[in-house]
């Protein structure tokens, strides 16, 4: 093979592999500005460690392995607390003290239970749906109870699609 086919091969090889590593995550990438540095702590200060629990329902039955998760606008690629709930739907999410959350948070759940008034995504082969809850930290209340029943909650919903 010529010097010019191997340099040719190399360069191909090498794009194809930045095309792949640039379309792995298209469809999940979350939107936002950066957050700016200041909003993280520094050493030595405290924030407020929220704690959330409750149970996540569809149509009253539990819903087994959701995975609910706190998030802030205010850092739009960071996931603060993740959790699987049991088969009773219950769930426990905390804040942690390391982020000034200045008063944004809010409780986002991926699931197919069906919305009451939102149809699915059409022409979709695996269509979800994205509940997106705002919490209310700004009265001061560390420990909230909040029951969720996804068949409900239409104003906080959107239809997705991930194929």
Known sequence: MSLIGK???IAV?????QYAEASVHHRHRKSGDRYDD???L???ENAPNYHLHGHITCNGNGVHYARPYLHSPLF????????ATGADGEYRLS???????RGSLEL?????????GLPPSSNCAVPYYTTNIPIDISSGKI?????IELFEMKQYSTADCLY
């Open 108 to 116: 986002m759940v991926r699931h197919t239970c069906r919305i009451e």
């Open 76 to 83: 739009p690629k960071l996931i603060i607390n993740l959790y």
């Open 13 to 17: 090889v090498i794009l194809a592999i």
């Open 95 to 101: 804040t942690g003290t390391i982020y000034d959350l």
């Open 7 to 9: 340099i040719t091969l």
């Open 143 to 147: 420990m909230m109870e909040k029951d």
């Open 42 to 44: 520094r050493s030595g």
């Open 38 to 40: 200041r909003i993280i």
